[in-house]
């Protein structure tokens, strides 16, 4: 396997798919690629460091030894304003979950899908001039409320979730 870690002028030329193939073969447990994720994660903080309520934590290691950003940000908040990944490095993070809001606070994984969108749609319901407010857009519809805060298109939220239920990744839905 190649470990081999490009200078970053050659790492800005690579697209996507070969940044995050090219880092895959790094083994960041033992820093390699550290040069890179420091010079990511300065850009990352150039271009969204300055979203209200977006706590940029830093660099990490993701489960299977690839650099990560790790963000944090409030369960209101329109998580389509970060990109799922940056320069070839996955963004992640989210709500802690000791903030996250009662719709969303389950006990057993293996029987519940805490992303499920009935509960985005219930949390949205209740709350929804709340939401509204703390977005800061009072004219903001239903659909584009639950696309912020499940951070894409809402409908296709539904559409993966069926997809992974019918695959067994994720429980259905159960009231």
């Not at 304003?81 to 940056?86: A, Q, T, V």
């Amino acid at each position: 396997m190649n470990t081999k870690v490009p200078e970053w002028s050659n790492w800005l030329k690579m697209t996507e798919n070969e940044r995050v193939e090219c880092q895959h073969t790094w083994n960041a447990y033992k820093g390699e690629g550290q040069d890179i994720i420091e010079k990511v994660l300065s850009k990352f903080k150039e271009e969204y460091g300055n979203i209200p309520r977006l706590e940029i934590l830093g660099k990490g290691i993701y489960h299977g030894g690839t650099w990560v950003i790790s963000v944090k940000y409030p369960f209101i908040f329109d998580k389509r304003k970060i990109p799922k990944s940056f320069l070839g490095v996955d963004i992640r993070g989210g709500t802690p979950n000791g903030d996250l809001p009662e719709e969303f606070q389950i006990c057993n994984t293996k029987k519940e899908y805490v992303w499920a969108p009935e509960r985005y749609e219930k949390f949205v319901d209740k709350y929804m001039e709340k939401i509204k407010r703390e977005l800061g857009s009072l004219n903001i519809d239903r659909l584009e409320i639950l696309s912020a805060l499940c951070g894409q298109d809402f409908n296709e939220h539904i559409q993966q979730c069926k997809e992974w239920e019918s695959k067994g990744i994720i429980p259905s839905y159960q009231e």
